[in-house]
């Protein structure tokens, strides 16, 4: 793992962790979720219908009908298989277990889905790993950037704890061939207090996975003119370099603040990009660029004609 990876961890809430990563994976204490924080989130999204039980397909799938009234279209059904792909490797310590269930692989990274069941953790407060590591063999990063975290996914239908542990990397990247995932968790803990302190040892040791992920093909990425932003605190930003891809955008900001972004597709369905960090966001849901006719970054709307 190299020194200029950005360990970043990000929820619902949008509260972003960034810190540089060193070779094993720490938690930044004075801003990781408090236990306080985690059962509000736990108790929020619990209330949203976020319990559901199978692959990331389901879980994209849930997402979706949590933000549009309408099922998806099988146009975007086949969009999200055709990105995803199943793992299904498991190990046990303790009588803790965890799945490596499955991946969406996307053009500017991928998300691993892993469980973690043994417990009812919906109603635990601020249980994650202590440290955990990626390493990818060989690395199609190499020498170009990339970002590594995790991300709080919700709960299964049975009170298993689920997570996304996920890779970001720059657009120069283009793998064309397999790659190996080496991904490694230590000491599953319960976190409280004020600045996230760990409270409790759920179950010491280490889970240790290793895995091919597939390149699958992705929808063709589409340029966007430069254009001014308005944010919701009424902030004026210029973004340059503006690219829309299957799984997110990229930009580059001239100004400060922040701003939320929507995409809209042809049939009137809106997907939100909760998140990211950065001059990039990903879609909660993968789409098809060439099914996009607007996008909402901020207060300003942007018209784009269906290609």
């Known amino acids: 793992?190299?020194?200029?990876?950005?360990?970043?961890?990000?929820?619902?809430?949008?509260?972003?962790?960034?810190?540089?990563?060193?070779?094993?994976?720490?938690?930044?204490?004075?801003?990781?979720?408090?236990?306080?924080?985690?059962?509000?989130l736990a108790v929020l999204l619990m209330g949203a219908g976020i319990l559901f039980g199978g692959s990331v397909q389901d879980w994209m799938d849930h997402r979706w009908g949590l933000e549009n009234?309408?099922?998806?279209?099988?146009?975007?059904?086949?969009?999200?298989?055709?990105?995803?792909?199943?793992?299904?490797?498991?190990?046990?310590?303790?009588?803790?277990?965890?799945?490596?269930?499955?991946?969406?692989?996307?053009?500017r990274g991928f998300r691993i889905l892993v469980r973690v069941r043994g417990q009812q953790f919906d109603h635990a407060q601020g249980v994650e790993f202590d440290r955990w590591t990626m390493?990818?063999?060989?690395?199609?990063?190499?020498?170009?950037?990339?970002?590594?975290?995790?991300?709080f996914a919700g709960f299964d239908s049975d009170g298993s704890l689920l997570l996304f542990f996920r890779c970001d990397w720059d657009e120069a990247v283009r793998?064309?061939?397999?790659?190996?995932?080496?991904?490694?968790?230590?000491?599953?803990?319960f976190t409280g207090g004020p600045i996230g302190e760990i409270v409790k040892v759920v179950q010491k040791g280490t889970w240790?996975?290793?895995f091919p992920l597939e390149v699958t093909g992705v929808p063709e990425s589409i340029r966007l003119p430069d254009?001014?932003?308005?944010?919701?605190?009424?902030e004026t930003l210029e973004l340059k370099n503006l690219v829309l891809y299957s799984t997110g955008i990229?930009?580059?900001?001239?100004?400060?603040?922040?701003?939320?972004?929507?995409?809209?597709?042809?049939?009137?369905s809106a997907i939100a990009a909760t998140l990211g960090m950065g001059d990039s966001r990903w879609w909660d849901v993968p789409v098809d660029p060439a099914q996009v006719t607007?996008?909402?970054l901020g207060e300003t709307t942007i018209q784009i004609p269906v290609r």
């Not at 950005?6 to 990781?32: C, G, H, K, N």
């Not at 199943?86 to 053009?107: K, Y």
């Not at 061939?177 to 230590?186: A, I, K, N």
């Open 135 to 151: 390493e990818l063999q060989p690395d199609p990063t190499e020498g170009m950037g990339r970002r590594i975290g995790w991300e």
């Open 294 to 296: 607007a996008l909402r």
């Open 175 to 189: 793998p064309e061939e397999p790659f190996t995932v080496r991904l490694s968790m230590s000491d599953l803990v």
């Open 208 to 210: 240790e996975f290793e």
């Open 250 to 268: 990229s930009y580059e900001k001239i100004g400060e603040g922040d701003f939320e972004v929507t995409v809209i597709l042809a049939d009137g």
């Open 69 to 107: 009234t309408r099922p998806m279209s099988e146009g975007q059904a086949a969009l999200v298989d055709s990105m995803s792909q199943e793992i299904g490797l498991n190990q046990t310590i303790g009588g803790i277990t965890v799945d490596v269930d499955s991946a969406l692989f996307g053009d």
């Open 1 to 40: 793992m190299k020194n200029d990876d950005i360990l970043y961890a990000l929820t619902d809430i949008r509260e972003d962790f960034l810190e540089e990563a060193a070779p094993v994976q720490r938690r930044p204490l004075s801003r990781w979720l408090t236990a306080a924080v985690a059962a509000s």
């Open 227 to 234: 254009c001014t932003v308005k944010t919701e605190k009424g």
